[in-house]
């Protein structure tokens, strides 16, 4: 199993923390053999969702926590809830790393997992990351979409 790039501290952008609630689903193995046999995860017809929790996100990457082992590859459809706000993310991302956590909590996630996000409801992220010179960082819709939305949230109001 790969090492997250935290281990190896070669980091390409700036991880943000996070704290939200998220469900993703595995909806069918990419990587599906000849006869493109349907992933376990698909049961009558439907997606199994999992949920998880954010720990920290990048320009187009997401790490959160997980009850689930991902494998890498794994392609993942993640709705992200934005805390204090009735605010989804949806986002689409294929596995980077996943290992299991040192000391899991009874009943708590297993796995912490990476993801690099290709889309951003419907976005294209690669498409969007830009250097913010006001601020003087690298810059994605996902995460204005994120980080914006928690910003507005967490604003006292006048």
Same mark, same amino acid.
């Given at each position: 199993?790969?090492?997250?790039?935290?281990?190896?501290?070669?980091?390409?952008?700036?991880?943000?923390?996070?704290?939200? #609630? &998220?469900?993703?689903?595995?909806?069918?193995?990419?990587? $599906?053999?000849?006869?493109? #046999?349907?992933? *376990?995860?698909? +049961?009558?017809? !439907? *997606?199994?969702?999992?949920?998880? %929790? @954010?720990?920290?996100?990048?320009? =187009?990457?997401?790490?959160?926590?997980?009850?689930?082992? %991902? *494998? %890498?590859?794994?392609? &993942?459809?993640?709705? &992200? =809830?934005?805390? #204090?706000?009735?605010?989804?993310?949806?986002?689409?991302?294929?596995?980077?790393?996943?290992?299991? +956590?040192?000391?899991?909590? *009874?009943?708590?996630? $297993?796995?912490? $997992?990476?993801?690099?996000?290709?889309?951003?409801?419907?976005?294209?992220?690669?498409?969007? +990351?830009?250097?913010?010179? @006001?601020?003087?960082?690298?810059? @994605?819709?996902?995460?204005?979409?994120? %980080?914006?939305?928690?910003?507005?949230?967490? !604003?006292?109001? @006048?």
């Amino acid at each position: 199993m790969e090492k997250p790039a935290a281990e190896n501290n070669k980091r390409k952008f700036a991880r943000y923390d996070t704290d939200a #609630k &998220l469900e993703f689903r595995v909806p069918y193995d990419f990587k $599906a053999e000849v006869d493109f #046999k349907i992933n *376990e995860e698909v +049961v009558e017809g !439907r *997606e199994y969702n999992y949920t998880g %929790l @954010s720990r920290n996100i990048s320009v =187009h990457g997401l790490a959160f926590d997980t009850p689930k082992r %991902l *494998e %890498l590859g794994d392609y &993942l459809w993640i709705d &992200l =809830h934005i805390p #204090k706000s009735k605010d989804v993310v949806f986002m689409q991302g294929e596995v980077c790393w996943c290992c299991p +956590v040192e000391v899991p909590l *009874e009943g708590g996630p $297993a796995f912490q $997992a990476g993801i690099y996000i290709t889309k951003v409801d419907g976005v294209d992220v690669e498409q969007t +990351v830009y250097f913010d010179k @006001s601020y003087g960082v690298q810059w @994605s819709e996902l995460l204005e979409r994120v %980080l914006g939305g928690f910003a507005k949230n967490n !604003r006292k109001q @006048s």
